[in-house]
């Protein structure tokens, strides 16, 4: 089995076990009221307020751990679990999700990076599988195409390494409020934290896979220019 393989298969296991967590998690704190009885909806509201930001709607959409931000239209979109739920999970969430807002509204470095990628990613993404497959058929041939997509590529790793800062900052900013607000107690800040924390892991273990993948693909191109 060759080194890609292992490194492959890993990465694959690893995010299934962190993906299995999260879900467990947010199960088990969609289960603890928060005393307030604030929903998602309600906290989302009063986090915006509270720094200030009242051109953004907090809106509900289908689906489950659909939430996100919207910087085009101004909108905090929560799963209906978030939007109607009194729930540790809930609030976590939201708030996680408002964080996002905060960062646009003070214009957050690493948020205007990342949102300036968002159209070569999307063009990446497009072409990107075809491109890789096609220059690993043609590389010793034309192995300009397998370059191309590498940088491809590449522009989804340096994404995905820049969405790390910009998500923790979002959560750092969501679990102050949540404790300065008085929204979380003793009792459930710790658990909102843990769900945050959980949900980090997620884009960690997206990000290093993607390095680990465009490492590969850099190395099959050296390879094959040695050898030619």
């Known amino acids: 089995m060759s080194m890609y393989w292992i490194i492959f298969i890993g990465f694959a296991l690893l995010s299934w076990l962190v993906s299995s967590r999260l879900k467990n998690k947010f199960e088990k704190y969609s289960k603890i009221p ?14 915006l307020h509270d720094n200030g930001i009242y051109d953004v709607k907090v809106i ?16 905090v979109n ?18 996680h999700e ?26 990446a993404s497009n072409i990107m599988t075809w491109v890789l497959l096609g220059g690993m058929l043609l590389i ?30 979002a959560s750092q900013r969501a679990l102050a409020w949540l404790n300065q607000a008085g929204i979380t107690n003793a009792y459930t800040h710790d658990k909102a934290e843990d769900a945050l924390r959980s949900a980090a892991y997620t884009y960690v273990v997206a990000a290093l896979g993607s390095l680990a993948t465009l490492l590969y693909y850099i190395m099959i191109f050296l390879g094959a220019r040695s050898r030619d």
């Open 60 to 75: 509900s959409t289908p689906g489950h751990l659909t939430d996100h931000y919207n910087p085009a239209n101004h909108t």
């Open 140 to 169: 010793h041939q034309f192995p300009q195409l397998l370059l191309f997509g590498i940088i491809l590529f590449a522009s989804t790793t340096i994404f995905s390494f820049i969405t790390l800062p910009v998500e923790i900052n």
């Open 78 to 95: 929560l799963s209906e679990s978030v939007y109607y739920s009194n729930s540790i999970a809930a609030a976590a969430v939201a708030a």
């Open 98 to 123: 408002c964080g996002h807002a905060v960062q646009h509204a003070t214009a957050y470095a690493p948020l205007k990076m990342r949102s300036a990628l968002v159209p070569v990613v999307s063009f």
């Open 34 to 47: 928060m005393p307030n009885g604030m929903t998602g909806k309600d906290i989302a509201e009063k986090m």
